[in-house]
């Protein structure tokens, strides 16, 4: 028997060391947390023990001894109520007349003893309680990986096709949900470039588009998300091609952005270039004042800063964009060179805000956009522009839904998916029971 310790940050990092070191037929013997991750320890060729000895848990032990005894006194003490309505029962159900001796005496309620208090369970210590937690959640991890290796061997052996197109999508960059919920909408085609064309077409069908164009509505338009995103250059070009077209008398630029070095002068070169006026707010200063003056000009697009979750300036910020005397039209701005787990996190720190859809910049940057789509279609936000490149305004664009399938197509990786790419990805679909893969 070979036995080896893995060490790893989390335990599907682990289970692919394992499999990739030992093989698929290694077996998990232990695992425990550790500083920085997890550890497992596998074997090959285990073979459990019968006669291996069992280390009590007298904890355990005690407490289901103290059950046990009650669950005992339960039984005795119904018995004993059983014995003592037995003949008035006998006789109410049976139709027995009383006799005379038995006289007619009105029934009287009798409040039962109440039960006494039970004693307070000994206090459960926390470590343990974390050390319980820690390993469940190894085990569902442990589980979900297998069972996502097994979902995906059982697809590629019965549906080839389905496991090809599978194996595309990813390639685009789409996520499991999704890509679950297009080729659910083509199982009935069995010609794969026919499939193919048509988990395009309905893929384009699910990205939403403004049917006006924000700049066209008018009103007011803030840019909001994480630092980096584009912000202020997607501003900047908004400004811009506005200006080219209607003039520079009926719109305003206002920053929100304190905290940024240079923020507000970058802000001010771009009003005296284009000779729109420029108004700072600064923190705790009413964000519905600073607007009173704008409230004649068609436009009035609001800059703001990128700030962690964590930071109260941001919710005091988000606070200030959802009051209702603001009216405003909220876009998160997300790079398409962002990870999943960020544009995620983005989302979800600045949906507070309310959002009225979202901009898509860096295109000319991103190795896959298949993250991005998967964000906006999953959470229903409409794509109002699309930047790609730095010249201001000529690289903003409206968005085309079949060009940007398009586009996410011809940026796909080259390379196809790994197997354990793909089972891991079948693993995160267990966390949707509703709906089954394959």
């Known amino acids: 028997m070979q036995v080896k310790r893995f060490f790893a940050a989390d335990m599907r990092q682990a289970m692919k060391l394992v499999r ?4 698929a037929d290694a077996a998990i013997i232990g695992n425990r947390r550790i500083a920085g991750g997890v550890e497992l320890t596998a074997a090959l060729d285990y073979t459990p ?3 291996a000895p069992r280390v009590p848990n007298m904890e355990l032990e005690d407490e289901l001894r103290k059950t046990a005894s009650r669950i005992v006194s339960a039984q005795a003490e119904l018995s004993m109520r059983g014995d003592s309505d037995a003949t008035t029962n006998r006789q109410l159900f049976a139709g027995l007349p009383l006799t005379a001796a038995e006289p007619l005496v009105e029934p009287t309620f009798v409040e039962p003893p109440r039960p006494a208090a039970p004693a307070p369970a000994a206090a459960v210590d926390q470590r343990m309680f974390d050390s319980m937690r820690f390993e469940l959640n190894g085990l569902r991890e442990l589980l979900e990986v297998q069972l996502g290796s097994l979902a995906w061997n059982q697809l590629q052996g019965s549906k080839p096709q389905q496991a090809n197109l599978w194996r595309r999508l990813q390639r685009i960059g789409l996520s499991g949900p999704l890509s679950r919920d ?3 909408l083509t199982t009935e085609i069995d010609e794969p470039r026919q499939a193919w064309r048509m988990l395009l077409a309905h893929l384009a069908r699910m ?3 403004p049917e ?4 066209e509505e008018g009103g007011v338009i803030a840019m909001v998300g994480p630092a980096g995103m584009g912000k202020t250059t997607t501003l900047a070009k908004l400004a811009a091609r506005y200006v080219l077209k209607y003039g520079a008398h009926n719109i305003a630029l206002v920053s929100m952005d304190s905290y940024r070095i240079g923020a507000q002068e970058q802000l001010k070169t771009l009003g005296r270039i284009l ?6 707010v600064d923190p705790g200063q009413s964000l519905a004042n600073a607007l009173d003056p ?3 000009k068609r436009v009035v697009l609001i800059d703001t800063a990128g700030l962690q979750a964590s930071d109260p300036a941001l919710r005091m910020q988000l606070e200030s964009l959802a009051g209702r005397g603001i009216k405003s039209k909220n876009y998160l701005v997300l790079a398409t060179t962002s990870q999943k787990q960020v544009l995620t996190a983005a989302y979800h720190s600045y949906k507070r805000c309310g959002l009225a859809g979202c901009i898509l910049t860096k295109l000319d ?3 896959s956009l298949g993250e991005v789509l998967s964000l906006a279609i999953g959470h229903a936000l409409p794509v109002a522009y699309l930047t790609d490149g730095p010249r201001i305004p000529d690289d903003l664009h409206l968005p085309r839904r079949h060009q940007l399938v398009s586009r996410a197509v011809s940026v796909q990786m080259q390379d196809e998916p790994s197997e354990e790419a793909m089972a891991d990805m079948f693993a995160d679909l267990y966390h949707s029971p509703a709906k089954r893969v394959g």
């Open 20 to 23: 990739d070191e030992l093989g």
């Open 49 to 51: 023990s019968a006669l």
């Open 182 to 184: 297009l080729l659910a």
């Open 207 to 209: 990205i939403v588009t």
């Open 212 to 215: 006006i164009e924000p700049l």
């Open 275 to 280: 000779n729109v006026p420029v108004t700072h």
């Open 294 to 296: 704008l409230l004649r």
């Open 365 to 367: 940057e991103t190795a």
